[in-house]
């Protein structure tokens, strides 16, 4: 039962920043960034193997909240939110370097 109020209190507190962020408060950006970065960044390295890339992803994680941040008050769960992002981020990276490997391969067989 108490696990369950301190989970909820915490959503709500996330929510609540959320909203900040989405009302264009820029401290509360920067405290979402502090709170969500280390974690992002494990995620998206343990997808992409490479700490390069999931530096990157973080980077992009945050443009996409900040230009987004309007409609930031509508998400419920934000680490969900958050972390569902982070995925399809990594997952897009690994598509990228799949079709630059495949053209590379491409060009090389060309050139022989």
């Known amino acids: 039962m108490c696990g369950q109020i301190l989970r909820s209190l915490l959503l709500n507190?996330?929510?609540a920043l959320l909203c900040s962020?989405?009302?264009g408060n820029v401290a509360a950006f920067k405290e979402l960034f502090d709170i969500?970065?280390?974690g992002l960044y494990a995620a998206a390295l343990k997808i992409t193997k490479s700490p390069?890339?999931?530096e990157e992803?973080?980077?992009e994680i945050f443009t996409v909240l900040w230009e987004s941040r309007l409609t930031l008050d509508k998400v419920e769960d934000p680490a969900a939110y958050?972390?569902?992002i982070a995925y399809h981020q990594s997952f897009r990276y690994l598509?990228?370097?799949a079709a630059d490997t495949a053209l590379y391969q491409?060009?090389?067989n060309r050139a022989k």
């Open 57 to 59: 992803i973080v980077q």
């Open 106 to 108: 491409a060009l090389l």
């Open 95 to 97: 598509k990228k370097v």
């Open 82 to 84: 958050i972390f569902t």
């Open 36 to 38: 969500y970065r280390t």
């Open 21 to 23: 962020v989405a009302d």
């Open 52 to 54: 390069y890339a999931a």
């Open 13 to 15: 507190q996330q929510k």
